[in-house]
Structure formats: C-alpha cells, structure tokens
C-alpha cells in the first residue's frame, strides 16, 4: 500500500493563498503522475488539478483555472498546490493521489490517496 502524505492546510482568509505539498512514503513520486482533489462532505470528489510525471502536462478545474498552481519537485520528490485568491468555495478535504495519467482535460484515476488535509477559507 503506497502512502501519500499531504500537508499545508488549515485555516486562511477569503482572498489569501495557501501551499499544500504532497510527499510519498516507501517510494517516489517522480515516476507518476499526481493529481489533486477535494471533497466537501455529502459531495463527490472532485479532481481540482494535476501534473504529469515529466511536468510537461497540467490540468485545472475550470472553478480554480487562474487561481491555482500545480508544480513538483522531483529532486525533493514533493508536488505542491499554490492556491491563491482563496474563496470561501474552495473549502474542502484536499487529497493528493497518485494516477493513472494526467491530460490537458483532466485528471486520470486514482491508484492510491493520502489522508487529506482541511483547507478552511472563512474570515
């Protein structure tokens, strides 16, 4: 069982950023392509953003298009999410994944998860 290890959550007012990071134990990442998604509670996971294992290729939910950015560093073997200009909407469970592929038009599946970490934007 592959673990993912998420981190930077917590509490931010609407309007700031927030970095989360995602990090593998027992192997590395680099190899994959990793994905981001949220859940809120009583929705459907939703696949916010993704890289591919080379970094050449990302996808953006169009509800964080402009807002959001999905970057790695594989010498740190770590993928991170920048998320600035934070709504009250992006309050959410975010998860990082390990997937099957990412495209230009989407997230792949998933293989394995992390726990998640809570992204709260409230004033």
């Known amino acids: 069982q592959v673990q993912l290890v998420e981190s930077g959550g917590g509490l931010v007012q609407p309007g700031g950023s927030q970095r989360l990071s995602c990090t593998a134990q027992?192997?590395?990442?680099?190899?994959?392509?990793v994905g981001w998604l949220r859940q809120v509670p009583g929705k459907v996971r939703e696949g916010v953003s993704c890289i591919s294992d080379s970094g050449a290729t990302t996808h953006y939910a169009d509800s964080v298009k402009g807002r959001f950015t999905i970057s790695r560093d594989n010498a740190e073997k770590t993928v991170y999410l920048q998320m600035n200009s934070l709504k009250p909407e992006d309050t959410a469970v975010y998860y990082c994944a390990r997937i099957r592929w990412c495209a230009p038009h989407g997230v792949g599946p998933a293989l394995d998860w992390g726990q998640g970490t809570q992204v709260t934007v409230s004033s």
């Open positions: 027992d192997f590395t990442l680099n190899q994959y392509s």
